[in-house]
C-alpha cells in the first residue's frame, strides 16, 4: 500500500475511534435547565486597500469586505470557540492561547472558509518579486511555515486581536441553548466536480473548470447543516458545511469572500438579523465549482452569488425538516485533542497532524484537519461513523500540528 494511503487510513482510523469512544461513555453532570449554552459575535477583519494582497502578491480593490465570525458552546464541562474566517487560511496559536487565558475557552477550532480573492499575510506570499520576504521562499513545499512569523504582519496581528475579542463578546454574551444538527441532499448548477482525473496507468489531469457540467467523480453533494436556538426556539446561528474550493474569483482582482459570502448573506436575510450564518469549509481538497476561467466581468460575481445562494437554499430547507430539538444531555460536549505523525509521500519528511474530535449531543461529531483533505476522506470517514451527523472541517487549525 502507499505509504501516503497508510497514513490516512491511520488518520481516519483514529478518527472513528475516537467518535466510537463518545458514543460508549457515560455522561455525568449535574441535571440543570440549561445543559447548554452558546453565544454569538461577528468581526470585521477587512485589510486597508492599499495593503490588501492575494496569495501570489497581486493587489486588490475592495469589493467585499471580510469577517470572522464566532460560535462559542459551553457546557458544565467545557467550552469550545468555532471561528470561520473569510481567508484562504489562519493559523494563529497566539488566538488559542489568549482565548483561554483571558476567557476561559478550552478549545478553539480556526476554520478558514478558503476564499482564494481574500487577505494574505506577508509571510504566506508565494511568488517573488511580490513577496522576497516570503518564510518558505527556496525551500521543499513541506517544510513547515512559521506561524508566529505571520504576526509581523500588521494586519494579521490585528486580526488576531480582533478575533480574541470576538471570542470574547461570545463568552461574555451566552444564552440557554438548544442544537439540533442534519444533513441532506443538495444539487446545484454551480458546484461541484471533482478537478483531479486520475487516468488508469498514467498521471492524474487537473481540470481547473467544467463549463460543460460533465459528470466527475469521487463527489459529495451533501450539506450539513447546524442550528442554534434559543429555549424559545428562535434561531441564532446556522452553521452550514459543504465541501467544494472558492475559487471563482481569485482572478478578478478584488477582494470577495466568494460563493461562502453570498450563502451566509441570504442565511441571514430570511433568518433575520438576530441569527448568524457560518460557511464551514468540508473536504474539498479536489473539489471545484463547475465555472472558473470562463467567467468573466460581472457576470463572474453573479454566477458566484447564485451558487452561495442556491447552498443557502438548500440548507434551509434541511434546516426546515428539523423536528423539535432533542433533550440535551446534562453535559453534551465531549472534546478529543489528538497528534499524528505522518510520513511524506516521497523521502523521509514527517509532520505532525492535529486532530479535533468534537461530539455533541451524541448524534453530531466535528472532526477538525488542518488541511485540505480529498472529499473521498470525508465520504470514507462518514460512512464508517457510528454518529449519525459526522462532518469534516477542512482547513480548521486547533494549535496542535506543524
Known amino acids: 500500500m502507499d505509504p501516503l494511503m497508510k497514513n490516512y487510513y491511520l488518520l481516519f482510523s483514529v ?26 459575535a461577528k468581526v470585521d477583519i477587512t485589510p486597508l486597500e492599499k495593503d490588501a494582497v492575494n496569495l501570489a502578491g ?12 464566532v460560535v462559542v458552546l459551553k457546557d458544565q464541562k467545557v467550552s469550545l470557540a468555532i471561528v470561520s474566517v473569510d481567508l484562504i487560511v489562519f493559523s494563529s496559536l497566539k488566538v488559542i492561547t489568549e482565548a483561554t487565558k483571558k476567557w476561559g475557552v478550552d478549545h478553539v477550532i480556526l476554520c478558514s472558509t478558503h476564499t482564494h480573492a481574500a487577505m494574505a499575510p506577508r509571510g504566506l506570499l508565494i511568488k517573488p518579486p511580490f513577496s522576497p520576504d516570503w518564510t518558505r521562499n527556496g525551500k521543499d513545499p513541506g ?23 470576538a471570542i470574547g463578546k461570545a463568552m461574555n454574551n451566552l444564552f440557554a441553548a438548544k442544537l439540533v444538527s442534519g444533513k441532506g441532499p443538495f444539487e446545484s448548477a454551480y458546484m461541484a466536480h471533482n478537478r483531479r482525473l486520475v487516468r488508469e496507468g498514467g498521471p492524474v489531469l487537473a481540470m481547473w473548470e467544467n463549463p460543460d457540467r460533465r459528470p466527475t467523480k469521487p463527489i459529495d453533494p451533501t450539506v450539513g447543516v447546524i442550528r442554534i436556538d434559543n ?27 466568494d460563493f461562502p459570502g453570498a450563502m451566509v448573506d441570504h442565511i441571514e436575510q430570511e433568518l433575520g438579523d438576530n441569527c448568524m450564518g457560518m460557511f464551514l469549509q468540508g473536504a474539498q481538497g479536489d473539489l471545484d465549482p463547475y465555472d472558473l ?8 460575481f453573479n454566477i458566484v452569488r447564485m451558487a452561495g445562494i442556491s447552498l443557502a437554499k438548500g440548507a434551509l430547507k434541511i434546516a426546515a425538516t428539523f423536528k423539535e430539538t432533542p433533550k440535551t444531555e446534562s453535559t453534551p460536549i465531549q472534546i478529543k485533542e489528538s497528534l499524528l505523525t505522518l510520513a511524506h509521500r516521497n523521502g523521509t519528511n514527517k509532520s ?7 461530539i455533541i449531543n451524541k448524534d453530531l461529531a466535528l472532526v477538525a484537519i488542518p488541511g485540505e483533505p480529498f472529499i473521498s476522506h470525508q465520504i470514507e470517514l462518514t460512512s464508517k461513523s457510528p454518529i449519525k451527523n459526522t462532518l469534516i472541517l477542512g482547513l480548521a487549525y486547533h494549535g496542535k500540528g506543524s
Open 231 to 257: 429555549l424559545k426556539g428562535k434561531p441564532r446561528a446556522l452553521m452550514v458545511q459543504y465541501a467544494c474550493h472558492p475559487v471563482a474569483t481569485m482572478s478578478a482582482g478584488m477582494v470577495s469572500r
Open 293 to 300: 476561467h470562463n467567467l468573466k466581468g460581472e457576470n463572474r
Open 352 to 358: 505532525n497532524v492535529g486532530i479535533l474530535t468534537v
Open 143 to 165: 517544510t513547515t511555515i512559521d506561524w508566529p512569523a505571520l504576526s509581523s504582519d500588521p494586519w494579521y496581528a490585528e486580526t488576531e486581536d480582533k478575533i480574541i475579542a
Open 15 to 40: 478518527c472513528v475511534i475516537f467518535i466510537l469512544i463518545g458514543t460508549i461513555q457515560k455522561i455525568h453532570g449535574k441535571d440543570e435547565t440549561a445543559n447548554l449554552l452558546a453565544g454569538t
Open 58 to 69: 497581486q493587489p486588490l480593490r475592495k469589493r467585499d469586505s471580510l469577517y470572522a465570525r
